[in-house]
């Protein structure tokens, strides 16, 4: 780490087919050439860099965070970012923020949760949502607006509380209801009373479902399995492997997005995720299927669970960062977005992502040393994988010569990722941002690749780049 750090740099600018710049940067350690590397910068102009990122823990829906308003959790992230970079809040220029099952009564949760987190009232916010990739959207509207000259200084992020969703009455009671607000004697008010039928109190359950085909996530997921040949036990060592990896990483302090919060009704300071749980393969094997019965193959272990959490991460330039004294994570380099049939193709967005925005980059995938793509579910990571190394698949699907290549294993998600330390939808992307850039300076690497999939049949990738000054904390 410190060699990448002491590094000095002698480029030559190669113009990249994209028209980045595409440096071939001889670096040295101890006055040694001990390796070649390549760095990705713009034309002209600054670079956009994430400065910093916080989470709160991450928990199973209906535990401790179960009081709790989303803007309430949310605000946590918003005043932890501040708090751990110095930055103060009459910086902040403006506020994007994520979340997938809105609050009705915080429809702008931005605004309502930068408030509560006692941000300077003249900083507007405003909400986005893209699902599972709400918060990346947030992010990568940050670049936009930065790089557009707009604004200098933007905090990102998202929260989901899946402890409290929005529950409604059916749609025949809720018109009734509203004619009775507008019924103006007592005789109106009483017809529309008896006209009530016991199936109009049946309440709506929002489900983690595709709109357009009323398929759970789950239940497409393992379709999705079956459809690429993933087996259980290769689910189920892939979970095995996400919870144990998380585990080791929180045991050796690596996850230093996690900021601590203190909720009202808890005495207790919350400071660990607690959906971490590192199991046995007899144990992860005699779990029944939870989607498609009997013989589905997905199950809660081997699933990413119902999740509540929030993060907040702050954009800005580098030379931003340099004139407030702070030491950016990572620059972000690139992103790309992507959209397919949400029905057989639901949650395949790394696969169509990565080669697209590596092709964007300029980069090859031997140029990656971090990966980080979002477990939705073990068998969706593992079809991903299947379909990233598939010359049929890049050729019928996506009308490419060849295949990009699955990742290397060795350096994808190593500190876990959403099936064991939770996916709160619209928090996730700032968790897979910060791991990258935290793994980045841990591992010694240079590029990291950020991939997710969401409904819809969208999908994200980004790529990032280690920032020289960066450090693990
Ligand atoms: C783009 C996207 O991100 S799409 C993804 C969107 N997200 C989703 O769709 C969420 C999917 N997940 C879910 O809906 C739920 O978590 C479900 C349906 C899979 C499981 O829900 P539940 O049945 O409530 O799970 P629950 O926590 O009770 O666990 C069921 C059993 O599995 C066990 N279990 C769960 N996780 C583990 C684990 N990691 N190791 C061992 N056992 C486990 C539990 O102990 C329990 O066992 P028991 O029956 O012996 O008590």
Known sequence: MASYIAKSVIKNTISSTNGQHLNTVRTFSLGLQHNQKKTLSPKSGDSVVLLDGVRTPFLMSGTDYNSLMPHELAKHALSGILKKTGVSKDLIDYVIYGTVIQEVKTSNIAREASLAAGYNEKTPAHTVTMACISSNVAIATAVGLINSGIY???????????SDVPIRHSRKMRSLMLKANKAKTLQQKLSLLA???????????????????????????????????????????????????AQQAFDKGYLTDLIPVQTPTQTKLIDRDNGIRVSTP??????????????????????????????????????KAKQLGIKPKAYLRNFTFVSQDPIDQLLLGPAYGTPLILEKAGLSIKDIDVWEFHEAFAGQILANFKAMDSDFFAQKYMKRQSKVGAPDISKFNNWGGSLSIGHPFAATGVRLAMHTANRLVREDGQFGLVAACAAGGQGVAMILERHPDATPN
Do not use: W
């Not at 498609?292 to 990413?304: D, E, L, M, V």
């Open 195 to 245: 006209s009530i039928r016991p199936n109009y109190l049946i309440p709506e359950l929002p489900a983690v479902a595709e709109f357009s085909s009323g398929e759970t996530m789950g239940y497409s997921a393992d379709r999705l399995a079956a459809a690429f040949d993933v087996s259980r036990q290769e689910q189920d060592e892939f979970a095995l492997r996400s919870h144990t990896l």
């Open 282 to 319: 007899e144990k992860l094997a005699s779990l029944k299927p939870a989607f498609i019965k009997p013989h589905g193959t997905i199950t809660a272990a081997n699933a990413s669970y119902l999740t509540d959490g929030a993060s907040a991460c702050i954009v800005t330039t580098e030379s």
């Open 152 to 162: 200098d200084v933007i905090v990102c992020g998202g929260v989901e509380s899946m």
